[in-house]
C-alpha cells in the first residue's frame, strides 16, 4: 500500500506539473490570440482607411476626367472660333462680340454667326434672296461669292440638314430656277466643294445622269427628301453659303 501511495503521489505531482504546462501553453494562446485580433484590428482598420483613400481617389479621377473633357471641349471650341476669324481680314466684331455696355465700351462674344445669317448645328448658313434677275449668279459666281465671305456653298451632309436648306427656301420664279449647292460635275463624278464625293442624294426624280456643265440646285419641295435637281452651271439663281458657327466659351 506505502508502495502504491507513493507511485499514485508521484503521477499526481506529474499531472500537477502537466496541467501547469498546460496552463502556461494556454496562456501563451491565449496572448498571441489577442496579438491576432489586434493585428487583425488593426488590418481592418488600415483597410478601411485604403478603402476610403481608394473612393476618395476615384472620385478625384472621376473630376479629373470630366475637368479634361471640359478643357477639350473648351480647346476644340476654341480652335473652331479662330478658324472662323482668320477666314476673315476684318473680322466684324460688333455682330460676334456686341457692346453691352456703351459708357464702359464692355463687349460679350455671345454670337454664332454674323447678321443675316442663320444658325444651325454649329454652322452658319447664308439664303441671298435678291429679288433681281441681276442679282442673281451662276453656279461658279455663286461659289466665288461665298468665298468672299469667308465661307463656301452649302455642303448638305444630312436629312435634318436637307429639311432645314429646304425650310428656308421659298418659289421665286418657276420651277428651274433654284438655289445653288455646293455640289457639281467634277470629272464625271457629283462632287462638294469641300472635294468629298457625293453618296446618295436628295433629288426630285432620281439621280440623274451626270453631263457636262452640270450643277445642282435645291428647289422649294413640299417633301424636303425630293428637292435637289441637275441643273446648267451657267443658270442665274440665288444660292446658299455656309460657314462653321463661332463658339465662345462661357
Not at 212 to 225: H, K, L
Request: include cysteine.
Amino acid at each position: 500500500m506505502s508502495e502504491y501511495n507513493t507511485l499514485l503521489v508521484r503521477e499526481l505531482h506529474q499531472l500537477k506539473g502537466n496541467h501547469s504546462s498546460l496552463m502556461t501553453e494556454f496562456t501563451l494562446v491565449q496572448m498571441h490570440y489577442a496579438n491576432l485580433s489586434n493585428s487583425n484590428e488593426m488590418l481592418q482598420t488600415r483597410y478601411e482607411n485604403a478603402s476610403a483613400a481608394n473612393q476618395h481617389l476615384h472620385v478625384e479621377m472621376s473630376q479629373l476626367q470630366q475637368e479634361k473633357k471640359s478643357l477639350k471641349m473648351e480647346r476644340d471650341h476654341l480652335n473652331q472660333t479662330l478658324e472662323v476669324i482668320f477666314q476673315f481680314s476684318v473680322f466684324p466684331v460688333d455682330d460676334y462680340c456686341p457692346v453691352t455696355d456703351h459708357a464702359a465700351q464692355d463687349r460679350k462674344c455671345s454670337g454664332h454667326c454674323q447678321k443675316g445669317w442663320v444658325y444651325y448645328q454649329s454652322s452658319c448658313y447664308l439664303f441671298l434672296y435678291y429679288q433681281s434677275y441681276l442679282n442673281w449668279k451662276n453656279w461658279a459666281e455663286g461659289d466665288a461669292d461665298c468665298t468672299a465671305r469667308g465661307s463656301h456653298l452649302v455642303t448638305i451632309d444630312t436629312a435634318d440638314e436637307q429639311a432645314f436648306i429646304n425650310n428656308h427656301t421659298k418659289y421665286y420664279y418657276d420651277e428651274w430656277h433654284g438655289y445653288f449647292i455646293g455640289l457639281s460635275n467634277i470629272q464625271d463624278k457629283w462632287q462638294w466643294v469641300n472635294g468629298s464625293e457625293l453618296k446618295g442624294g436628295y433629288w426630285t426624280t432620281g439621280r440623274p445622269i451626270i453631263q457636262y456643265g452640270s450643277c445642282v440646285a435645291s428647289m422649294p419641295s413640299t417633301d424636303p427628301m425630293k428637292s435637289w435637281k441637275n441643273v446648267e452651271c451657267y443658270m442665274k439663281n440665288r444660292w446658299i453659303c455656309e460657314m462653321e458657327a463661332a463658339i465662345w466659351p462661357n
